[in-house]
Every structure is written in structure tokens, then in C-alpha cells.
């Protein structure tokens, strides 16, 4: 059977079509057949993640397997999720399906690790801070972990949904302050664990590469490893 | 039922991304769940569609119906096709599929009658000229139809395969001359009539939009049109 990478996206849109451009740009192709086959789902009514895990509004699970099922009978043979949040349910998700699923949280550890860096900042919805999903798992490496102050953390989710409602330009301003308060904490490393992130920082990310570690792109060469070898 | 734009692509995979952008810029959304749900296949394995034409190469067919049935069993009610040349295949596809199909071939000679404007110039490929893709549906409305010389569109040929194959800087060189070449010719209007064109003239699309019809933009708005209408 012929593999092909099903993407779980639509959270949100624009989060999935950067991470597309991104398998485009890391497969070295000379002609359309050399890129990796992707079935993309970007069907964006999946209730919002942090407010069903912060606020108990309507849980996004049933959405997420559904979707899951149709990139699996549309041809999909591993599943990948351009969500951080939504990792708060990946392992339901995998123990519901029997195709291979590649996470993009243990994606995001492995990178921090290979970078021997020890003093870890994250930018990341409410959600993803408040479920702890990269927090315990760096700790456990022995890294330090740290996070923006709690009003620093509103003015991060500010600047996240200004990006999902156009406004990159006033999500960089909010976003590149918070960047600079982690710093200031001493990170030496920052995660930018939410998939709008790395849009948002778009410029900046090609500025100073070594900085961050931009989730989409680890978990885009994740998968691009497990094509190359499957 | 739940309406879901399917899009086959893969011919070639940046085309298929840039589809997936204009989708996203041409959609006014405050948060994800405004934005149109999609289903995106780029499967890239398609045989070449002007191989396959020109000399004999292998059927595209065969992939291409496959893939819209993959898209249709994942819940795509409406489909659409991000490459010019495969609408050379349109009309049997859609008859062997009962969800309805959207042409880009038909979105874009509505958005040239939509201009008034009478001399109409195509940077497409090969196999989109030796069909007579566009030619015949201008010439039935009355227009002029202009297209480069045959020296010329072996460079327009070399652009494409060379975003293809990664070289923009090249490729809009390349395709550069030869828009230059047609308003020579007289051309008012030029139909960016292969997908790949749209990315090789992005910057020159932004600063002189009315000079183009970007193909990919065109059918992107019939199937948001289409979604808000069904």
C-alpha cells in the first residue's frame, strides 16, 4: 500500500496551510511527483480547544475522530494534527484508530533535546499551559521550563486570535513582546507550541532560526522521516 | 448534509497550497469556524497531464478519478480541480461522479467577460494550448485570442518546470518576457492559465491586478460563491 500523510488541520485554517507550504519547502523535489502525498482536512467547525478544556464548552473530540475517519478512507495511512491544543486528545484519538499517528508535542521534546539547551520558554494558548502537555515532559528531561506571567499569557491569546481574525499585524506587536518577557525570564530556547505561532513570527523565525523551535516545522519533518521510512 | 469543497490537487503541490491561501484570504472570517471547510488532496503521483497529451505519456485519468473518489468518501460534496491542464479531463470526470464539480476552464472565461475587455492573452502550458482549453471558448464569445509564439512558450514552459523543480527567481524571469511578449501583441488582459503562474507572478499580481485573470483565484471565488449558495 501506497503511504500517504493525512493532516488533521482546521484548527485554524491558516495554521494548516503553513503547515503544507512547510512540506513543500523541506522535500527536496525536482518535479511534482518527488513531494510527499498529503490528504489535508481543514474543516474548521471543530468547537474551539482551550474553551472546551478551560470554559467545559463543547468538546471537539467527536469532530477530531470523525475527520480522522474520513483522511483514513480517503487513503491516509498516518495521521498528523496541526493543532498543539488538540494534543490534549491525542492519545484517545490514537487508541481509536489503527493507523499510525505521529505527535507533534513528543516531535517538539525530541527537537528541544537535540539543541542541548536547558532553559525552555513556551508560547502556547491557555489551553495547551493549563494541560500541562510540554511542561511534565520537559520537566522530566530535567529541563526548566517557563512560561509567560499570567497577564503576559493574556496578551499571547490576544495576539493569537487577532492572527485567526486577520490581524498578523497586531498579533507580531503582542507576540514579539512576549518573546522578549521570556527572554528576560532566561529562556535561552523558545517553543512556539501553538501552530499560529509560527505564523505570526514568521519573520522573525528566518531572523533568528536558532531561537525557537517552531512545532509545525518538527512535526512536518517528523513525518517526512516516517514517509522516507515506511 | 454538511457541504465540503474538495480539491483535487497535487498538479503540483505549490499550486494546490496557493489554492488553499486564496481560499483563506478571500474569506472574511473572525475565527476558525467561519472559514469554508475543505478537503484537500495532493497526491502528487498523477502522471505529468501534458506528458500524457502532447506524447503519449502515461493516462492521468485513472489517478485523478481515484482521488476524487477518495475526496467524495471523505465527505466533499463539491469538487474542484487546482490544475488547468486536467480540466482537459473535466467533463469525464464529472460524469462519473455524482457530487457536483466546479471548472476553472468556466470561472475564468465568466471573470474575462466579466472585464469587457477583448484581446485576451494565456501563459498556460502546452497541453492547455494544444487543446484548445481556452481558445475556443473566447473565440465562441467573440474575443481575440492571443497567445506567445512558439519560441515563446517553450519559455513559458521553462518557467513552469522551474518552479516545479524550486527555481522562482528563474521561473519569473522567464515568465516575465513573455507576458511582455503579448502585450506586444496587443493582449489587454493575460489569463494566468496554469496554476503554477499565479506563484511565479505573485508580485507582479499584486501590483498590477487588472491586467491579470489568476485562474486560481477565479475558481477559488465560484466555490465560495457556490458554498454560500447551497
Known amino acids: ?5 493525512g493532516i488533521l ?16 519547502q523541506l ?12 490528504l489535508i482536512s481543514s474543516i474548521p467547525d471543530i468547537p474551539d480547544r482551550s474553551a472546551s478544556i ?35 486528545w491525542f492519545s484517545d484519538l490514537k487508541k481509536r484508530t489503527n493507523i499510525e499517528m505521529l505527535s507533534m508535542i513528543d516531535a517538539v521534546v525530541d527537537a528541544v533535546l537535540n539543541t542541548r539547551m536547558q532553559r525552555i520558554g513556551l508560547l502556547a494558548t491557555d489551553a ?3 494541560t500541562n502537555l510540554y511542561k511534565n515532559k520537559l520537566e522530566e528531561h530535567g529541563l526548566t521550563f517557563i512560561r ?19 490581524n498578523l499585524k497586531l498579533a507580531t506587536e503582542l507576540m514579539l513582546a512576549q518573546r522578549d518577557e521570556l527572554i528576560k525570564q532566561g529562556a535561552e530556547l523558545i517553543i512556539l507550541g501553538c501552530t ?13 532560526p536558532n531561537l525557537y523551535i517552531d512545532s509545525t516545522q518538527v512535526l512536518v519533518q517528523a513525518a517526512i522521516d516516517w514517509y522516507n521510512t515506511h
Open 128 to 130: 495547551t499551559l493549563a
Open 54 to 88: 478551560l470554559s467545559n464548552g463543547e468538546n471537539p473530540k467527536p469532530f477530531m475522530e470523525k475527520y480522522v475517519k474520513g483522511l483514513q478512507v480517503a487513503g491516509a495511512t498516518c495521521i498528523i494534527i496541526a493543532c498543539n491544543t488538540a494534543h490534549y
Open 1 to 5: 500500500m501506497k503511504n500517504v500523510i
Open 9 to 24: 488541520g482546521g484548527m485554524g485554517p491558516a495554521a494548516t496551510a503553513d503547515m503544507f507550504q512547510k512540506f513543500i
Open 148 to 166: 509567560p506571567t499570567i497577564q503576559g499569557q493574556k496578551k499571547v491569546m490576544e495576539s493569537i486570535y487577532s492572527l485567526k481574525g486577520g
Open 196 to 208: 499560529e505561532v509560527p505564523i505570526v513570527l514568521a519573520d522573525e523565525l528566518k531572523n533568528n
Open 27 to 38: 522535500t527536496p523535489a525536482k518535479k511534482d511527483q518527488d513531494h510527499i502525498p498529503l
